[in-house]
């Protein structure tokens, strides 16, 4: 058997868990993630999606929110005859100490491909960016950001309508198959790491999302304004602001017009979406959430709101 440690927080962590462990040869000794963090009104305590995940596969939790400092945990991990740690959108950076326990090292699994979009949003920066192409790739955790040698690599296509709910479930459904494979051929001296590339022509980074790169402008072109619905469709959403109130784009689509007009003209108003024009072309609104109303057609929206074709929208 091959004793295993995993670390995780988020969802798009769980399908990896759920699969390894039904992997015959794996013993996932212990689920490593944050401490249950405070949520909703009443401020009750809320555990991380993968600590869900590991109780009901009857999984032994331990919880930390500074691995680094937790001198009783590394205890704990230092005397468990650990032959890897995997780590997958854990969230807290390792020491050397720790990346010394396991025998054969650590693997993470990063949602690009790497030396590409280093850092915290990969998925993100990818949809962002207007990508075809992304992918995941396990490698050696090093203290570096992201810079650990390459074990395995696989492509992923990024449709193009495709936004982050639906590119992060792509990347979990994948994920646990590459680490298995990773896991194994490590044990079985079958994989050769491999450095990655420094070349700054080939590195990139992507780093966190602010709230400024959820603000929609009809000034920008079709492309961008699509992109930044996408990459958002999930985490609070994209917003453009009309008569000082937010209003969240939760689904829209392209549409080309080769009509010169001002950005932000309504230039469509059907049950199928509200059609504004952007800085090259123009974009349809199909759904909407308005700041402090439920989520609604933007058909419903421009009536309640008494717009009409030829009105201007514009970020106040």
Request: glycine content about 6%; proline content about 4%; hydrophobic content about 35%.
């Amino acid at each position: 058997m091959i004793n295993v440690v995993y670390f995780g927080t988020p969802q798009i962590a769980v399908n990896a868990l759920n699969k390894l462990i039904n992997f015959n040869d794996i013993n996932m000794v212990y689920v490593v993630t944050p401490n249950d963090k405070p949520q909703g009104r009443g401020y009750k305590l809320c555990p991380p999606c993968i600590k869900q995940a590991a109780l009901k596969n009857n999984l032994k939790v331990l919880q930390t929110d500074c691995i680094r400092k937790d001198k009783e945990l590394i205890e704990i991990l230092k005397t468990s005859n650990i032959d890897f740690f995997i780590t997958f959108a854990f969230g807290q950076i390792l020491s050397q100490e720790i990346l010394d326990i396991p025998k054969y090292g650590t693997i993470n699994l990063h949602a690009s491909l790497l030396p590409k979009y280093r850092g915290a949003n990969p998925i993100q920066r990818a949809i962002l960016n207007g990508d075809e192409i992304t992918g995941i790739t396990t490698m050696i955790t090093s203290l570096g950001l992201d810079e650990g040698d390459i074990c395995l690599k696989e492509e992923i296509k990024i449709d193009a309508n495709m936004g982050l709910l639906a590119l992060s479930q792509k990347i979990s459904d994948k994920a646990p198959f590459l680490l298995y494979k990773t896991i194994k051929g490590l044990y079985t001296n079958t994989i050769t790491p491999q450095k990655q590339s420094n070349d700054e022509n080939v590195v990139s980074y992507a780093n966190k999302c602010s709230k400024d790169d959820m603000i929609l402008d009809f000034n920008q072109t079709t492309c961008e304004f699509h992109n930044k619905v996408r990459a958002f469709d999930c985490c609070g959403n994209a917003y453009f602001c009309f008569n000082n109130k937010k209003i969240k784009v939760i689904c829209a689509f392209p549409f080309q017009t080769s009509e010169e007009r001002k950005p932000g003209e309504i230039i469509n108003i059907s049950k199928d979406g509200v059609t504004i024009t952007t800085k090259d072309s123009a974009i349809t609104l199909k759904r909407i959430k308005p700041e402090g109303k439920s989520e609604m057609d933007a058909y419903c929206w421009v009536n309640g709101v008494r717009l009409k074709v030829g009105d201007f929208l514009s970020n106040d």
